[in-house]
């Protein structure tokens, strides 16, 4: 079984090739936005989990990576907040509409300054610090100093770990008016998610899970984005909006109780039962697939990451 440096190192690399990739694409397709952000919110995981990388990735660079996915946020949240509007303006009357048109227009204003802004300065720090993790990467690929630690263990552990925070966060959301709480826990059924994914060629029950995960991670998704428009619209003080949004996110927060609340420790215990199933043959294998293969999976699965 390879060292942890080097397994971990390879998934990194695989996640910093998309992202350079989708940052190759910025100005010229709509969707390269989002594979960028997707990319660098995997790299971010696999960096923070494996702390054999982190003699290699510095804090500094850790920390411009957060800097790079959170830069992204506002352009992806404009973008949705579009659609919510533009499915949902039957429900509207007239007058409605006309009220919330100046909204509408601030939104796509934001959405047409962030979308320059990921052209240009985005684009810009990313290149310099891909340079640098590209050059970290490869030496902790081909490091030979960690024979004793292997990688196959540390999969497993990181995977329990971030099982148990899940179902905590899970078991502790009482109230659809926890915002905070409720995207911590969607962040954290995304980072098991992202975790579980370069591994599941080692592990055979791994595409339910991953299934479960990211039925888990869309609904947080939908209730967080209905926070976030929420606070828009009520400084805007459109309450046609507003109730709407309020009555979504009543129902949002009853399938969750209902469907999740109690899963946690359910959930829990199934991906400890896959993280003894992990195969050291597989592991290293799960992590190059082919990345355009890889990127049309992604594409197709997180739509509403």
Same mark, same amino acid.
């Given at each position: 079984?390879?060292?942890?440096?080097?397994?971990? #190192?390879?998934?990194?690399? &695989?996640?910093?090739?998309? !992202?350079?990739?989708?940052? !190759?694409?910025?100005? %010229?397709?709509?969707? *390269?936005?989002?594979?960028? $952000?997707?990319?660098?919110?995997?790299?971010?995981?696999?960096?923070?989990?494996?702390?054999?990388?982190?003699?290699?990735?510095?804090?500094?660079?850790?920390?411009?990576?957060?800097?790079?996915?959170?830069?992204?946020?506002?352009?992806?949240?404009?973008?949705?907040?579009?659609?919510?509007? $533009?499915?949902?303006?039957?429900?509207?009357?007239?007058?409605?509409?006309?009220?919330? !048109?100046?909204?509408?227009?601030?939104?796509? #204003?934001?959405?047409?300054?962030?979308?320059? $802004?990921?052209?240009?300065?985005?684009?810009?720090?990313?290149?310099?610090?891909?340079?640098?993790?590209?050059?970290?990467?490869?030496?902790?690929?081909?490091?030979?100093?960690?024979?004793?630690?292997?990688?196959?263990?540390?999969?497993?552990?990181?995977?329990?770990?971030?099982?148990?925070?899940?179902?905590?966060?899970?078991?502790?959301?009482?109230?659809?008016?926890?915002?905070?709480?409720?995207?911590?826990?969607?962040?954290?059924?995304?980072?098991?998610?992202?975790?579980?994914?370069?591994?599941?060629?080692?592990?055979?029950?791994?595409?339910?899970?991953?299934?479960?995960?990211?039925?888990?991670?869309?609904?947080?998704?939908?209730?967080?984005? #209905?926070?976030?428009?929420?606070?828009?619209?009520?400084?805007?003080?459109?309450?046609?909006?507003?109730?709407?949004?309020?009555?979504?996110?009543?129902?949002?927060?009853?399938?969750?109780?209902? %469907?999740?609340?109690?899963?946690?420790?359910?959930?829990?215990?199934?991906?400890?039962? *896959?993280?003894?199933?992990?195969?050291?043959?597989?592991?290293?294998?799960?992590? &190059?697939?082919? *990345?355009? &293969?890889?990127?049309?999976?992604?594409?197709?699965?997180?739509?509403?990451?």
């Amino acid at each position: 079984m390879a060292p942890v440096a080097q397994s971990a #190192a390879q998934i990194a690399r &695989t996640y910093l090739d998309d !992202a350079a990739a989708a940052a !190759a694409r910025l100005s %010229d397709h709509a969707e *390269a936005l989002h594979d960028f $952000r997707v990319a660098i919110r995997r790299l971010r995981v696999t960096v923070g989990a494996y702390t054999a990388l982190h003699d290699g990735v510095s804090r500094t660079q850790r920390r411009r990576l957060r800097k790079l996915a959170r830069a992204t946020n506002a352009a992806r949240d404009a973008e949705v907040q579009l659609v919510w509007f $533009r499915n949902r303006s039957a429900q509207f009357t007239a007058a409605q509409r006309a009220a919330l !048109a100046p909204v509408r227009t601030r939104i796509r #204003a934001r959405r047409r300054r962030e979308h320059v $802004r990921s052209q240009t300065k985005l684009l810009r720090r990313f290149e310099k610090l891909e340079r640098k993790l590209r050059l970290r990467l490869a030496t902790l690929q081909t490091s030979r100093s960690n024979h004793d630690a292997h990688f196959g263990a540390t999969a497993a552990a990181a995977l329990v770990r971030h099982a148990e925070d899940l179902s905590a966060r899970l078991g502790a959301v009482t109230s659809v008016s926890q915002a905070a709480e409720l995207h911590a826990t969607r962040i954290a059924a995304k980072k098991l998610r992202y975790l579980l994914e370069p591994l599941q060629a080692g592990v055979p029950s791994a595409p339910v899970l991953l299934k479960r995960l990211k039925q888990l991670q869309d609904l947080l998704g939908a209730i967080n984005d #209905a926070h976030v428009l929420s606070d828009v619209v009520e400084g805007a003080g459109v309450s046609a909006a507003t109730d709407v949004l309020h009555d979504e996110l009543a129902s949002l927060f009853t399938t969750l109780q209902r %469907d999740w609340v109690t899963a946690g420790p359910d959930l829990q215990q199934a991906v400890a039962a *896959a993280a003894r199933q992990l195969k050291p043959a597989t592991i290293a294998r799960s992590g &190059t697939r082919r *990345a355009a &293969t890889r990127r049309r999976e992604r594409r197709r699965e997180d739509v509403t990451a």
